[in-house]
Every structure is written in C-alpha cells, then in structure tokens.
C-alpha cells in the first residue's frame, strides 16, 4: 500500500508564495498521475494541477501562470509551486496518486491527508 505525506502548506500574504510536496511511500509501485485538488470549504474539491507519467501537465485555468507543478520519479514526490497567491486561494490542498500496484496488478487512486494553505488580503 502506497502512503502520501504532503508537506508545506501554510499561512501567507496575498502576492505571497508557497510551495507544497507530496512524498510517496511504499512498495512494489509505479507511479501514474500525479497531482494536487484543493476543498474551499462549501464547496466541492476540485482539481488544481496535474503532471502525467509522460510529463504531460494540466493546470486549472484559476491557476494557469501563477502554480507550477513538477514530479521527481526518483524521489516519488511532486510539487506544487504557488505564486502570486490570492485569497480565493485559500483550501484545503490534497495530493492525489494513480499508481499500478505490480503485486495485485491494478490501478490504485490514492490520496493524501490534506494540508491547509490560507491567504490573507
């Protein structure tokens, strides 16, 4: 079983910056899809950013400029690199994993435990 440890969340100023990492832990994996949704509270989760085993990217548009995301498959961790932060910014931020798991052979969606960022005005 795969764990995610997400790591860099925070409190910042609005133009402000922060850069969240989610380390993947485990065995017997292969990392597929990798990326970062975001919960505001009443609302739903929806997705930020996401970088394929290809290195194919999807960003979205609220973020498009302004976040980054980038993976290290030799370290199983991905990033997310937020700039010019805005208040409605401010989620709840998930690191999500597809990885095929070699022992049972399947697809496995994986989330992590959610880490906080907030923006202040």
């Known amino acids: 079983q795969v764990q995610l440890v997400e790591s860099g969340g925070g409190l910042v100023q609005a133009g402000g910056s922060l850069r969240l990492s989610c380390a993947a832990s485990?065995?017997?994996?292969?990392?597929?899809?990798m990326g970062w949704y975001r919960q505001a509270p009443g609302k739903q989760r929806e997705l930020v950013a996401a970088?394929?085993?290809?290195?194919?990217?999807n960003y979205a548009d609220s973020v498009k400029g302004r976040f980054t995301i980038s993976r290290d498959n030799a370290k199983n961790t991905v990033y997310l690199q937020m700039n010019i932060m805005k208040p409605e910014d401010t989620a709840v931020y998930y690191c999500?994993?597809?990885?095929?798991?070699?022992?049972?052979?399947?697809?496995?969606?994986?989330w992590g435990q959610g880490t906080q960022v907030t923006v202040s005005s």
């Open positions: 999500n994993l597809d990885y095929f798991d070699i022992f049972t052979k399947r697809d496995i969606d994986s």
């Open positions: 485990g065995s017997s994996f292969s990392m597929n899809t």
């Open positions: 970088i394929m085993r290809g290195g194919n990217i």
